[in-house]
């Protein structure tokens, strides 16, 4: 409440809002694209609304024209944003300033990056009350310490004095919202506060945030891709696609009966029927006893491990980050030459490092990773890309290369049409499927998949994750999928192995990791994964049996 | 201070030490592959073998290069930079007077353009893609484009011969006070101000700008700071590093660069010193005066390093 006057209808009212940018695509004129059109909402005083949607829905710009912002180049161009009775819009660049970090507060994706490296926590939570003059230093400390102590952050008197490097993700994403409600803001904008976290972080987090609503009665824009998170704390949600409105309802009605095609669709994402293979008699792939250290040996990120693979199967490595999933990946491929323990492929057993493999040995393991979009030359042609393999290992030229070019792309649902096409300008998942493609391109027996799902909405991880399994039918290729989401583990794993700081914990088939009864560690990671139900998140936090290892 | 920043900072200083000694054994090695030694330039015209010979032995000209080094290199340790030549008189005692000027100058220059650079900068970057960028960038461009005689003479031109505000030959001597100094020096300054400016502005609004790009400018931002206040205190901060940098690097340039101002102005300094003993061939000279020039650049270089060191938060304050 800024000035304590009574006011009556909603906190926020957004009308007809319109949202532009001017895009400079390569080689072509500057055109004006519209991000969203005309989208309307009200916000009463101390609800959460939660905004949903893919990347592109418009959900941020949304977010943020509550504050008057625009990230980049993109303007608010009509409409009206109503708050707290007056159109913000009309007040100004210092009537925007004024309001900004006292009526309305941000909290960000990534708060390692959204926090300054070179200032004392405590600066930044109290900058934006002492900015606006609503309590002195001390007061509004005071007040800080208490928001430390309500988010459950560890020592909150002294947690202030650290910088942002001396804390973790999910203890800064805290420090966050600490920051945000510290200047005793009518509305906080939640952009993706707990996408960047590991499951076991992320609900620790959530579970904060929601209590720290209920407590101080703000009204909060909950922005996020995951149906299943924004179920748990809003009270009504938002449907967005493509800058237009798809379906606005309460939390009940959104995931239990959504009336939109669209809605069904995000509600019912990530079933996958997958039958489970059993193993076979020889494994293909076998990591016996590997012990891999970084820095010289002194920091150890596998300890003893051993997994199998089998010919054309899928074995899924689950863990947190930091519990040496990744690394298990350069040990395989040699990248990180094992202290201890081998590989052994095909019964044979391959070189430690990667220098000394033969090419043949390369051809044979191949590797998808995360980022599609820096795992490929920006300035190569689809074509080129996917042919390169075909010239390195198979010396193809020619038509011919080119046939098998077009060939791939067929495998990939994405035809010839895309041969000629740079990196630039293929979305997310197009450009994780010319990746896949490049990889079976070398005609592998195993590829390594390194979190390939995790930057994508889920719709189209859930099509990555289809096309996967379908060239697994095809090519009798074998997979090791790394990941942290054990929803898509549950989708196309054959065998399981959970890792937690360097170590297998659990290991063997899909049905026998997943059935109870469970270790301590395996437990807490199957009870943090969201599931879409109202309610969930209480008794997840009831039902814990050891704290998460980010906390 | 913690353990890692001691440990950076020893290894810095050690490697500066190090690299010290490597440029020292180029320098006698350069002026040995020089044709003819000090004894025929001492004796010209009137050298005969035997005179040579006798004044190689006086000299200790016959002994083995390497003895002749180590012995050049103690005494520059213990302060002899040895005799010059042309004059026969101490290298020490002459180069001293003529560092403190060259320092004088050079620290003047320093704090009239440093601050100036960097404020420049932050405006330029405030009002980023305006005119005002635009006439920042453009002047400074233009000032650090000029070759410095050049600048040095429409300064003479101007300030000395048209309006006479200052000196056009900055004669300094003992027994001036700080006042007549300054006065003296009042041209020779500004023309290496105006040679360095645009280098250290440009470096300060491209580090800067880097930085905008950030997340947390955009929480400030969204903190509702004004556009002023984003950039000192949340983007500043964190751009310093490469400003120390490009500034330790001019810095360097004020002491070994002004050979040509110092000339214009017939300033007394170190850079008017190194040339006319280059031209009278006093070996002795110019490789004392070559190591000390080594000397300065290097020692700024490390305090560079460290500073970029001590102004990151992470080594300051380890987890």
């Known amino acids: 409440m800024v000035d304590g006057k009574a006011k009556s209808g909603p906190l926020l009212d957004i009308r007809n809002l319109r949202i532009e940018a001017t895009v400079y695509p390569p080689g072509e004129a500057p055109r004006t694209i519209t991000l969203v059109h005309d989208v309307s909402l009200t916000l009463e005083k101390g609800k959460v609304l939660g905004l949903i949607g893919e990347s592109g829905a418009g959900k941020s710009t949304i977010g943020l024209s509550s504050m008057g912002y625009g990230r980049g180049g993109v303007r608010i161009t009509g409409g009206e944003v109503i708050l707290n009775g007056r159109d913000i819009l009309k007040g100004g660049k210092e009537g925007l300033r004024k309001l900004r970090g006292r009526e309305v507060c941000y909290v960000a994706q990534s708060a390692a990056a959204a926090f300054n490296p070179a200032h004392r926590l405590m600066d930044q939570v109290v900058e934006a009350t002492l900015l606006h003059g609503t309590a002195t230093r001390a007061e509004a400390e005071k007040r800080a310490v208490a928001l430390f102590r309500k988010l459950s952050l560890p020592n909150p008197e002294t947690i202030g004095q650290r910088f942002p490097h001396q804390v973790s993700g999910g203890q800064l994403q805290r420090v966050m919202t600490a920051m945000a409600l510290c200047s005793e803001p009518d509305l906080i904008v939640f952009d993706e506060p707990t996408t960047a976290l590991d499951v076991t972080t992320q609900i620790d987090v959530l579970s904060a945030i929601k209590d720290a609503i209920r407590d101080t009665h703000v009204a909060a824009l909950y922005i996020t891709h995951d149906l299943a998170v924004v179920a748990q704390v809003s009270d009504e949600i938002m449907v967005l696609r493509h800058g237009r409105l798809v379906e606005w309802g309460g939390t009940r009605q959104i995931i239990k009966e959504p009336r939109q095609e669209y809605t069904n669709a995000l509600v019912s994402v990530h079933e996958i029927e997958h039958q489970e293979q059993q193993p076979g008699t020889a494994p293909m792939l076998s990591v016996k006893n590997v012990t891999a250290a970084y820095g010289g040996g002194h920091v150890k990120v596998l300890k003893n491990v051993s997994v199998d693979i089998f010919p054309g199967q899928t074995l899924a490595v689950v863990g947190e980050s930091g519990s040496g999933k990744s690394t298990l990946a350069r040990a395989i491929t040699g990248l990180l030459p094992p202290e201890q323990g081998s590989v052994v492929f095909d019964g044979r057993t391959l070189a430690n490092r990667l220098a000394d493999r033969p090419k043949e040995d390369l051809r044979q393991l191949q590797m998808i990773y995360q980022m599609a979009d820096v795992a490929m030359n920006p300035r190569q042609t689809v074509g080129t890309i996917i042919g390169r393999p075909l010239e390195f290992y198979f010396g193809m030229r020619g038509r011919e290369r080119d046939k098998r070019v077009a060939e791939l792309l067929d495998e990939i649902e994405m035809g010839k049409g895309f041969i000629d096409r740079y990196p630039a300008e293929l979305s997310g998942g197009q450009k994780q499927r010319v990746c896949i493609a490049r990889s079976l391109a070398a005609k592998p027996k195993l590829i390594i998949c390194d979190e390939v799902t995790s930057a994508l909405d889920p719709l189209v991880a859930h099509g990555i994750l289809k096309l996967l399994l379908n060239l697994q039918q095809i090519e009798k290729v074998a997979y090791l999928f790394i990941t942290h989401d054990l929803a898509t583990v549950k989708s196309i794993a054959d065998s399981i192995a959970v890792m937690y700081r360097g170590e297998v914990v659990r290991y063997g088939s899909k049905s026998k990791v997943l059935t109870p009864p469970f270790d301590a560690y395996t437990d807490l990671l199957l009870s943090s994964v969201p599931e879409m139900e109202i309610g969930w998140l209480e008794k997840a936090i009831k039902g814990r049996r050891m704290e998460s290892a980010g906390n | ?319």
């Open chain 2, 1 to 319: 201070m913690s353990s890692p920043i001691v440990k950076l900072v020893a290894q810095r200083i050690a490697l500066g030490i190090l690299l010290l000694l490597a440029v020292s054994v180029l320098i006698f090695a350069g002026t040995q592959i020089l044709p003819g030694d000090v004894a025929q330039a001492i004796l010209g015209q009137s050298a005969t073998p035997e005179s040579l010979a006798n004044l190689r032995e006086q000299l200790g000209l016959n002994q083995p290069a390497y003895i002749r080094y180590f012995h050049w290199l103690g005494g520059v340790l213990t302060g002899d930079l040895g005799t010059a030549m042309s004059s026969g008189q101490d290298i020490a005692t002459s180069i001293k007077e003529r560092l403190w000027n060259t320092l004088f100058l050079a620290f003047w220059a320093a704090i009239v353009a440093i601050p100036l650079a960097i404020t420049l900068g932050l405006i330029a970057v405030r009002y980023r893609n305006g005119w005002v960028d635009k006439l920042i960038s453009g002047v400074a461009l233009a000032s650090t484009s000029f070759p410095e005689f050049f600048i040095g003479y429409l300064l003479v031109f101007y300030f000395a011969v048209q309006h006479q505000w200052f000196p056009a030959i900055s004669t300094v001597y003992d027994g001036m006070s700080l006042g007549e100094r300054l006065q003296a020096i009042a041209l020779p300054a500004a023309a290496l101000t105006l040679v360095v400016l645009a280098h250290m502005m440009r470096m300060t609004r491209a580090a800067i700008l880097n930085v905008m790009q950030s997340a947390y400018v955009e929480t400030a931002e969204l903190k509702g700071l004004s556009a002023a206040a984003v950039i000192r205190k949340h983007a500043f901060p964190n751009a310093i590093a490469p400003i120390i940098n490009v500034v330790m690097l001019n810095l360097a340039y004020l002491v070994v660069g002004v050979v040509v101002v110092e000339v214009i102005f017939v300033y007394p300094g170190m850079g008017q010193y190194l040339v006319d003993h280059v031209t009278k061939r006093d070996v002795p000279v110019v490789q004392a005066v070559g190591l000390i020039f080594a000397a300065v650049y290097i020692t700024l270089n490390i305090v560079a390093d460290i500073a970029a060191i001590v102004a990151n938060p992470r080594l300051r304050h380890p987890r």
